[in-house]
């Protein structure tokens, strides 16, 4: 279809790209994707304007079930549309490959939910950016990869924050104390705490409360009382990932029942006395 004329001295590109896209969905209806995927292809570059063509392509390799091929076809697209000036599409393709790739790559899923909120970030639309990074948050955990965990959900929350989400700011730091708990940093996890009383309608909220119980349950080992906040339903019902960390939360070094010794926590210089001390000044003597 690329002919040239006397008047029509460049190829007809636009024309040859619409009949491949006709082949290509012939092809796709016939199930035979392989010729779909690479009429798709051809499509996208004979038409320099329809980048979809890539996505459709990768969707074409999904179907083959050749996922990684598939990401790689959908990542060029994603990178078209940024060109294009369409990053929402970026945005939207990245996270549609983060799901697809999600169930066999959990590393290549945190890559493309990261990207994707980066994208949306660049657009100044922080809320599907941090829905993006609460993606990538969570599979960090499962990957148990706590310390970029720790950065994304400090991320996640100030995003919320911004945007005046201020309820899924205090559900970011019971995440946060979590994961730092478990990374074995008692001084980070009273450290976010401390921070959301600036949050309005924090400081009482069950959220709070639960939290300065916890914190002031590990810092005294006790085991009964780490395991009676971490069994609440506050925590039992959160995402499934950070409700694993709650269940498998141990006190360090405890050997059973109710014990108080002095912290053993990492504090460093930088924390002096525990946090209970400090919470009696937001909280009326809570724990």
């Known amino acids: 279809n690329l002919k040239t004329s006397m008047t029509k001295w460049k190829p007809d590109y636009d024309g040859a790209a619409s009949e491949m896209a006709k082949a290509a969905v012939a092809f796709k ?12 292809l051809m ?11 890539y996505e459709q392509a990768g969707m074409m390799l999904k179907d083959m079930k050749k996922m990684p091929e598939a990401i790689q076809l959908i990542e060029k697209a994603s990178i078209m549309y940024v060109e294009n000036g369409t990053s929402g599409t970026a945005g939207i393709a990245l996270d549609r490959a983060g799901k ?6 959990l590393e290549k899923a945190v890559d493309l939910y990261q990207k994707a909120a980066s994208v949306f970030e660049n657009e100044d639309r922080l809320r599907e950016a941090a829905e993006l990074l609460g993606k990538a948050s969570r599979l960090l955990v499962r990957l148990r990869r706590l310390d970029e965990a720790a950065v994304s959900l400090q991320k996640e929350k100030n995003m919320y924050k911004e945007i005046e989400n201020y309820p899924t700011c205090f559900k970011k730091t019971i995440a946060q104390v979590l994961v730092h708990l478990h990374r074995g940093d008692f001084v980070a996890a009273d450290k976010c705490v401390r921070e959301s009383y600036s949050l309005p309608g924090f400081s009482g909220s069950e959220d709070c409360v639960s939290m300065e119980t916890l914190l002031a349950a590990f810092d005294e080992q006790d085991e009964d ?31 059973g029942g109710k014990k108080k010794k002095p912290p053993v926590a990492p504090q460093g210089d930088s924390a002096g006395p525990p946090p209970a001390e400090e919470d009696d000044d937001y909280e009326g003597g809570l724990c």
């Open 225 to 255: 009382g780490v395991s009676r906040v971490c069994n609440s339903p506050l925590l039992k019902y959160m995402d499934n990932d950070y409700a694993k960390l709650a269940i498998s939360l141990k006190v360090p070094g405890g050997g």
């Open 29 to 40: 209806n016939a199930k035979q994707f392989e010729q779909a995927k690479d009429a798709y």
């Open 43 to 53: 499509e996208a570059e004979y038409h320099t304007e329809n980048k979809a063509a």
């Open 100 to 105: 697809l790739i999600e169930p066999i790559d």
